[in-house]
């Protein structure tokens, strides 16, 4: 049954693909994100149904008449950067036999990324990729918090099988970053008086707090440090400090105290991290990671999780273990130079937030300012969670990257004030009246 379901809508995020290709991306976001294919037990769980709407959306850049321009800032420079780095080191791989399959993966995660960026344009574009990013992450989040509170906490949340959010951890960071994105969402339908939006406020809230519950559920032992840092941030970033501190303290004790003993038990090997054999596994990974980068200027590649890397460069040899950090993964990889280079994408991306908070002023662009926090929010989130998780590539956080570009491609566009030409940093303008539908949003 729910391969009949999922069918046709695949079929029609396709189709919509190719006659606009901006919507194909939302497409493209919920099938990467939500990874629906993988909650069917039929045809659909191994359908390429990723391939087929990204095919869609890339025929309908060369017959769609939409806006298709990629902006040339920071973050784009880098990203393609990153990318060429990245095929060069594969070239230079320990394995380079097989490394294959995960470039393949990676460039296909990153060639979207910048599809998105180069097609989305209105407010609405950036707002419907919010929400689309906010349902398929949010139907974890309250499944899982359900879940936990229908079992005491006792089983562990997990997301879909064979996708980058199926582990427990996994899918834990992926929802503390979307906490701060159905923020956002809420922020946007404060001024809204419908009936209706005042009960997705509040089933906004619901998701929030049984989000939350599913990332104590994960038993995930950096989400906790993830989401103890993204409520900081998000406290030290709202306009309402007193009411929203005295609420995370009295929810979050609530939270906590609902959460059986042996949540607790494995929570406090975090203080003895040195008894904890996990713990141990992922700072011998760091270690080999960091004694290949010094040997090999290109690192080694993709697939170097092996005994035979490990009897090189690890100082327990016997114990291999996947990187465990969005750092050493990038660092064992791609060399001291593909770290550098990551890192200055995800810096300039942060700097794109902070230019945008400055820029976004009056009523007119209280939105984009409003996302500009919560999307700092998210990637504190990604940052400090990240550091014990092997998630370099994770789709989610390229596309808040995505929704950052587009913002300040549309406000330096709206301070520039010209029908046509370059503007310096944001790449080329389409001549005036191209997309006046849409470009005349803000």
Request: aromatic fraction near 12%; proline fraction near 4%.
């Amino acid at each position: 049954m729910r391969d009949l379901i999922l069918l046709p809508l695949v079929l029609i995020a396709a189709a919509v693909g190719l006659a606009h290709p901006w919507q194909g991306i939302l497409g493209w976001v919920w099938v990467s994100v939500m990874n629906p294919h993988r909650l069917t037990w039929g045809f659909m769980s191994s359908a390429p149904v990723a391939a087929l709407i990204g095919g869609c959306v890339l025929v309908g850049l060369f017959i769609s008449r939409d806006r298709k321009s990629l902006p040339l800032v920071a973050p784009v420079g880098w990203l393609i950067l990153f990318m060429i780095w990245v095929s060069v080191t594969s070239v230079f791989a320990l394995f380079p036999d097989e490394v294959y399959p995960m470039w393949d993966k990676v460039m296909k995660i990153m060639f979207m990324t910048l599809v998105a960026t180069a097609v989305l344009e209105t407010r609405q574009h950036v707002h419907a990729l919010i929400w689309m990013l906010v349902i398929s992450l949010g139907f974890f989040g309250v499944k899982g918090g359900l879940f936990t509170l229908a079992h005491g906490g006792h089983y562990q949340v997990r997301g879909p099988d064979s996708s980058f959010i199926g582990p427990n951890n996994e899918l834990a960071l992926a929802l503390v970053m979307s906490i701060p994105l159905m923020r956002y969402c809420q922020l946007q339908l404060q001024a809204q008086v419908q009936a209706q939006q005042v009960w997705l406020r509040r089933g906004l809230i619901v998701a929030m707090l049984l989000t939350g519950l599913a990332v104590l559920g994960s038993q995930s032992r950096g989400a906790l440090v993830a989401v103890s840092a993204m409520a900081l941030a998000l406290w030290w970033n709202s306009s309402r400090k007193l009411a929203l501190g005295v609420a995370l303290v009295f929810l979050s004790p609530l939270m906590l105290l609902f959460m059986p003993d042996k949540w607790w038990d494995r929570m406090a090997t975090i203080q003895t991290y040195h008894e904890d054999e996990s713990a141990l596994g992922r700072i011998n990974a760091w270690k080999m990671a960091w004694n290949l980068a010094r040997d090999r200027f290109f690192g080694g590649g993709f697939e170097i999780y092996n005994d035979y890397v490990f009897r090189l460069y690890a100082p327990t040899p016997e114990d291999v273990h996947a990187a465990h950090s969005i750092y050493f993964q990038v660092l064992g990889e791609h060399g001291f130079v593909g770290l550098l280079i990551y890192l200055a994408f995800w810096i300039s991306v942060w700097r794109t937030t902070r230019w945008v908070q400055r820029n976004a002023v009056g009523e007119e662009w209280r939105w984009a300012a409003d996302l500009s926090g919560m999307v700092r929010v998210s990637l504190i989130g990604y940052a400090v969670g990240g550091a014990f998780l092997s998630l370099s590539y994770f789709d989610l956080p390229y596309y808040l990257m995505v929704a950052m570009v587009v913002v300040r491609y549309k406000l330096m566009l709206d301070q520039a004030a010209v029908p046509y030409g370059l503007v310096p940093g944001a790449g080329w303008l389409r001549k005036a009246g191209s997309s006046k539908g849409n470009g005349a949003q803000r």
